[in-house]
């Protein structure tokens, strides 16, 4: 039975930055959810598309566990149900899509869902907005509503149509009534000519508008540059090498905030050295909504080292339902290379198509949410995504040093229900330092509902040297790798101080591999040096491989130095070529990874602090093996 709640009202943490944290007691859970769009108990007024970010990290619950953002099940809806079936993955997504379209369970998870203590959505139409948390100890459940209000776009001249030919005409053709309209632009130093304080700047469709030198925003917000009427969306077509089609924020400057950018295609139309969009200086509050970035260099980069005087480090950061592919250029060349304060990546497809670097490359975040993208593409001996943080030996930003931890850790990361797909001898996930020179801490991650598929010769799924970890209702399909090997806990004492005790927790994942012979199959490997290891519930199948070493220690089946470090196992699968029963292995997804009738994983599995499975369906008791239950 839930008490009676007592609520109040206090200002946001700057960890936390501006925000409203609503926080009141109930037994034994204590909880406190913010959200970024309220400030000191006053909505700001945020027009649509409104991407808003929450926080519920501070909730703790002490009778009942030590580590609430890793044992607590956190639960949100957004009141912002859209009908809209999900389109294919890889391709343009379009307004009105209510499910996503990319990730470990395509078009089957609602947009008005989320999970995870850091959560985000983008509010798309104008209106109040009741958001509701559900917070889940295993025994007891706390509900509580959090406002959002949208504030629509003026009916008037604020708002400017765009053509490249005729001029267009206010009220027809998807050009809002009462907007400016202006013909014959035929370039998007013309189009943002109009990019100023409180503008709509929306492009005519099917347009294409060129541009031979860097484009920047300098203006604050709000504003917003985006599409009008139905069809292709509006081409940004470069015609110069090195460019960068769209900056925000003056060098030097103080931070602007508070933009959208909006169902546009940006194509690097085979030159070098084109960027799609990357700040110049500090902005906070950008929105990147339903975009695409082909053959560009970098596609969404938030990169602290353009920033100087009296800018602060990027904060509330987008990217939503975009699509990259052929990315090209070498070093650091991503679809995402991010160094932000709340980071939301949801529902994207990145693609580099061998090309660039990472994938994704989140170098630095506070508080962020990756869930729901497809991430595949990266070149040989590179990641679909790695996380790592600034050295503690640096600065964030144009912060002062952050030589004194947690300041330059990255950390209170979810990242839930992706698809990644590695490239050929390389990791598909890294998290932790690039090298033994810098000492990257990534803390406090959830890592679940994701399905990971194997390169060619890929070593491991997913590496990580971080502390405090949980990873936890996770596919992983080895099949086409030699190595096929799953995960890793690694603790370099290079760049990983003895004094952090790790604590990685696995729980419930699957494993699988078709490959005849299985090679030097591993579920999860344990280094050596890492110190309390929990491996609980891991289901495998491998019906060419003989061993019985699910978990092994420095690659070894004897366990005696990690358990020493403090390694516990539970009720992980004996024999790896005894068939669990699952609905199919051809293919083998996430869905066909559910256990039927007569698999020797229903009920053999033990209580850990894990309270769904992959489709998010109440764990039974006793507990089932595996990601996905009975």
């Known amino acids: 039975m839930i008490r009676t709640l007592v609520l109040w009202l206090l200002t946001a943490s700057a960890a936390c930055g501006a925000g409203f944290p609503i926080k009141f007691t109930s037994s034994p859970i204590n909880v406190s959810v913010a959200q970024s769009r309220i400030a000191d108990g006053v909505h700001d007024v945020c027009r649509p598309p409104c991407a808003v970010f929450f926080d519920a990290s501070a909730t703790t619950a002490p009778s009942v566990t030590s580590l609430p953002f890793h044992e607590i099940q956190y639960s949100w809806t957004f009141g912002d149900a859209v009908a809209g079936a999900a389109g294919s993955c ?4 379009t307004a009105g899509q209510g499910y996503w379209s990319c990730g470990g369970n395509a078009g089957a998870n609602s947009k008005n869902a989320a999970t995870g203590p850091v959560a985000g959505h983008v509010f798309e139409s104008a209106g109040s907005y009741t958001v509701t948390a559900t917070i889940y100890d295993g025994t007891h459940t706390v509900t509580q509503s959090i406002p959002v209000v949208v504030t629509a776009w003026p009916a008037d001249t604020t708002t400017v149509c765009v053509a490249n030919g005729s001029a267009p005409v206010a009220g027809s053709d998807g050009c809002p009534t009462g907007a400016a309209v202006h013909g014959s632009v035929t370039t998007w130093a013309g189009a943002l000519a109009y990019a100023v304080q409180n503008a709509r700047v929306l492009l005519k469709h099917d347009d294409t508008f060129t541009v031979g030198t860097t484009q920047t925003i300098t203006a604050a917000g709000p504003g ?11 081409v940004i077509q470069a015609t110069a090498d090195s460019i960068k089609m769209l900056q925000f924020g003056t060098a030097g400057a103080a931070n602007i905030a508070d933009w959208r950018v909006v169902d546009l295609d940006f194509e690097g139309n085979t030159h070098t050295g084109v960027d799609a969009v990357e700040p110049i200086g500090g902005i906070n509050q950008l929105t990147e909504l339903r975009l695409v970035a082909n053959a560009v260099y970098r596609a969404f980069s ?5 920033l100087s005087g009296p800018a602060t480090i990027f904060d509330q950061i987008a990217t939503v339902d975009s699509v990259t592919s052929n990315m090209n250029g070498g070093s650091a060349g991503s679809s995402a290379l991010v160094q932000v304060q709340r980071y939301m990546l949801m529902g994207n497809s990145f693609d580099q198509a061998g090309g660039g670097e990472h994938t994704v490359r989140l170098q630095y975040g506070n508080y962020a949410t990756l869930n729901n993208n497809t991430l595949q593409g990266a070149p040989a001996n590179k990641h679909a995504l790695t996380i790592r943080a600034r050295s503690t030996t640096e600065s964030v930003g144009n912060n002062a040093a952050c030589v004194a931890s947690p300041n330059c850790q990255t950390q209170y990361i979810e990242v839930s229900d992706n698809k990644f797909i590695a490239a050929s001898a390389s990791y598909a996930v890294f998290y932790g330092p690039q090298d033994s020179t810098n000492a990257e801490r990534v803390v406090n991650v959830i890592t679940e509902r994701n399905w990971f598929t ?6 491991y799924a997913l590496v990580d040297q971080g502390q405090y970890q949980t990873i936890r209702n996770n596919v992983f399909d080895t099949s086409t790798s030699q190595a096929n090997n799953a995960m890793l806990a690694n603790s370099n004492a290079a760049y990983n101080p003895a004094a952090w005790g790790n604590h990685y927790y696995f729980y419930n994942n699957t494993i699988y591999s078709s490959a005849n012979p299985c090679g030097n199959c591993r579920g999860v490997d344990i280094d050596v040096n890492t110190q309390n290891v929990l491996v609980a519930n891991t289901l495998v199948y491998w019906p060419h491989f003989t061993a019985t070493a699910v978990v092994t220690c420095g690659q070894s089946s004897t366990l005696t130095t990690c358990t020493a470090n403090g390694l516990t196992t539970a009720t992980n699968t004996g024999t790896t070529t005894t068939d669990p029963k699952f609905t199919s292995v051809s293919p083998f997804t996430p869905a066909n990874a559910k256990i039927t009738a007569g698999s020797y994983a229903i009920g053999g599995g033990t209580s ?6 992959l489709l998010l369906t109440s764990e039974p008791s006793p507990r089932d093996m595996g990601a996905v239950s009975h």
């Not at 890889?90 to 997504?93: D, I």
């Open 608 to 613: 850990e602090p894990v309270w769904s499975d």
């Open 90 to 93: 890889g391709t343009a997504v």
């Open 302 to 306: 938030f990169n602290d080292s353009n």
């Open 224 to 234: 917003m540059v985006g599409m009008y009427g139905s069809g292709a969306k509006p």
């Open 454 to 459: 194997a390169g060619t010769s890929q070593q």
